[in-house]
C-alpha cells in the first residue's frame, strides 16, 4: 500500500518541534495550552479512526549493498489498538497535568516519548520497532534530566546506560532471528518467536524486552529513575517504558514459559522494596514492578484469557499508576519533598489530593468497583485454570502487599500519621493547579468506569468473545478479594509501629553498577597512571638524553629555518582550537546532544552517498579509459553505466607510467574496452578478481 | 473545604471508626462462612472457614515481618550511601 497513511507520531514528533513556535503570551497563555491539548487529542482521535489492516510501508531498494527490506510503520490490529488507545489517552492526562509547566523541553521529549511509545505499539517490523523503542529512550532520560538536581544528571545517565545496554541485546537477538529467518517482520501471530523452541536469539530479544518492562534481576533503572524525575515527568515515564515492553511480550513472547516464574518474582519483589522504602515515588516505581509482574505472568500462561487480562491489566494499570503519580508528583510539587519522613499531616492542606490518591490507591489494589479489580482477576483466573495453584497464591499474596503499601501506607504516611513537616514545607503545602486537579478527576472517573462498566474495556481486547464471557462480580470473587484486602488493612493497623518509614535507601540492583563503575574506574586509574609513569621513565632514558644532544643542533636550524613555519602551524591550530572549544564547554548534555546529531549527519550522509552520489555506486563498468599519459605518470579513468543518468566517471588512478597499475573487478563485470595500444605503452594491467 | 472538615469529623470520633470497622471485618468473615458458597473455590484448602481472611492477615504480617528482616539484614544503608 503506497497511499499516505497517516502515522499518530507523526502528528505528536511534528506537534513537538512547533511547541516552541507557539508563543505563550497571547490569549493569556491560552493559545499555547490550547495547542497542548489539540495535539495529544489529534493523536487519540487519528487511532479511534484508524482502521485494521497493515499500512505505511516503506521498501527499501537494496543500498548498493545488495541489502533490502520493507519497513511497516502500521500494523493495526486488537492487540495493537488497545495499547495505542491507552497510551494517546494517558498523553492527552499528561499533558493536561503538566499543562503549566513552561519549559518547552519537557512538552518536546514527553511527547517524542510518547511518540516512540505508539511507534513500536504500530510497528510491523523488527528494525521500526528497534528505531522508536531507541526513540523511546534517548527522549525520556531528558524527563529525568530537566530536574535539574545532581542526583538526576546521574539518574539518567546511568537509565541510559542501561537501556542502551538493552537495546543492544535486543539488537543482537533480532540480527541473529533475521538471519535465521531470513525476514525482519515481527510477524503478526502471537508465537512468532517459537516460544517452545526458544534458540539463543530469542533469548536475546527477550532480555531486550524485559529489561524494559523491568523484571529482576534487570529492574533497578526503574525506581532509580522514576523516583529522581520531573514531578510530571514521572507521570509519563510510570506509563509507556513498562507497558510498551509488555505490548512486545504479548506480540511475541505469549506462551513463554519462564516468564510465569519471573512475573511472580517481580510482583512479590516489588512488594518487599516498597516495605522499606521512604520516598514516595520510589515506592510507586517498586509497585509497578509488582504490578507488571502479574502482566508478564500472564503473558507467560499465554492462554487467551491471560493474554486478555495482560492486556486489561496493562490498560488499567497505566490509567491508576498514572493516578498515584500524579498524586504523589502533586505533594511533590507543592511541598518540594516526596520523602514519608518529611511528610505528614497534609489532610488539612491538600483534602482532594488525598481523595484522588485514595482512588488510585484502591484501583490499585483492586477493589470492587475499582479499575484494578476487573483486570488483575483475569491474570489470577488463568492462573488457577491453567493449574498453576502456586502462581495463582503468589499473586494473591503480592496484591495484599499493594493494598498495604499503596493503598494504607502512601495515603497514611503523607495526609496522616505523626510525623509533623518542617515549617515551610508545611506552608507551601497546598491543593494543586487546576489543571493538575483535572487531569487527577479524570484518570480517577476512569478508574471507576472501568471497574463498574466492564464492557467498555473488554469490547476492546484481542479476544472480545472470550473476554465477555467472563464475569469477575461472582460473589465468591467480591468476598475472596475483600477479605485479603480488608483483613490487610487489619494488618497493617496492628503492625503500623513496624511501617513507619526510616530516612534510609535501600540497596538493589543497581549497587552492582553504581558501585562497580567506580571499582572500574579505580582499576582503570591505577592501570593508566603505572603505564603513564613506565612511559615517562623509558622517555627519560632513551628520549631525553639523545634528544637534548640532537637539540643543540636542530637549535641552529630551528633559530633560521623552522621558525616561520611553525608559527604559521600554532596559529592556525589555535585557530581550529577556538572553534573547537564551544563543543567542549557545554554541559554534558550539550556535548551529547550534538554528538548525536553528528551522529544523525553521517547516517544520513552515508545514505545520501550510497544512493545518490556516482562516486560510491557500484554500477556496471563498462570501460576503462587512459586519460592522460607521459613518461612522468598516467590517470586512468574508469566509467560506469548508471542506468537513466548516463555514463559518467567513475574513479581516477593516478600513477607512475613505468610501475603498471593493477586494477581489480570483480570479474562479473566486463573489462573490455580499453585501447590496446595505450594498455601496453602506459603498462595497465587489468586483472579480473573472482568474488566469493 | 468541606473535605477537609469532613475528615477532622471522622478524627475526632477515631473510636467509633474503630468501632465500625471492626464490625465490618467480623461481619465480613461471618457472612463468607454463611452464606457464600464455595462452589468457585480452584483448591480444597478454600473451603477452610473464612480462608480468604486469614489469608490476607497472615499474607500482610509475613510480608512486612519477611521485608524488616530483609531491610535489616543489610539492605537499608545510610541516605548519602552513593554520595561519597
Redesign the interface.
Known sequence: MNSFWLHPSLILILGSLLVPLVPAGPMKGWLKKGYLCLIPVLVFARILTMAHGTFGDVHFPGVGLGLSWTLVFGRVDALSNVFGYIMSLMCILGTLYGLHVKDNGQHIAAWVYVAGSIGCIYAGDFITLFLFWELMAFSSVFLIWFRGRRESLGAGYRYLLVHVFGGLALLAGMVWHCNVQGSWAFDESFCNLAVHHATPATYLIMIGFILNAAVPPLHAWLPDAYGEATFNGSVFMCAFTTKTAVYALCRGFAGMEILVPLGVIMALYG???A??ENDCRRLLAYHIISQVGYMVAGVGLGTQMAVNGACAHAFAHILYKGLLFMGCGAVLHMTGESKFTELGGL??KM??TF?FTLIGGLSISAFPLFSGFVSKSMIVSAG?DEHK?WA?FLL??AS??TF?HTGLKVPYFIWFGKNKPKPETWDRAAEPPWNMNAAMVIASVLCIFIGCYTPYLYRMLPYPTLAAEYHPY????I??????????????FL?LR??VP???????MDWFY?KGGRAFYWIARKLVQSVDTFVGELYRYAGLIPLMLTAKVSGLFDNYVIDGAVDGFAESFRAIGRRLRFVQRGQMQQTLAFAFAVAAALVLAFLLLTRWSPLMTLGRTREWLVGTHSTASLSVFQRIDQGRSGMRPYRFYQGLANAPITLRTDGRQPVTRLAAPAQQSVGLKIEAVKTP | ?N??KL??FLRNRLKAVKLV?IT??VL??V??ILF????????TAEHFP?F??????V??????????W??HA??????D??DE
Open positions: 512488594v518487599v522494596y516495605v522499606l489532610w488539612k483534602p482532594w481523595v488457577f495453584y495463582g494473591l499474596l495484599s502487599g498495604l461472582t460473589a465468591y470473587h468476598f475472596e478479594t475483600l477479605q485479603i484486602l480488608l483483613f490487610t488493612g487489619l494488618g497493617f503492625l513496624k511501617l526510616d530516612p534510609t535507601i535501600s540497596l538493589d553504581r | 473545604m473535605l477537609a475528615i477532622e470497622c465490618v471485618l465480613l468473615a457472612t463468607d457464600v458458597s464455595n462452589d468457585e473455590a480452584h483448591t473464612a480468604w481472611s486469614i489469608f490476607g492477615f499474607g500482610c504480617v509475613l510480608i512486612i515481618i519477611f521485608s524488616k530483609f531491610g543489610g539492605i537499608m544503608t545510610r541516605e550511601y552513593y
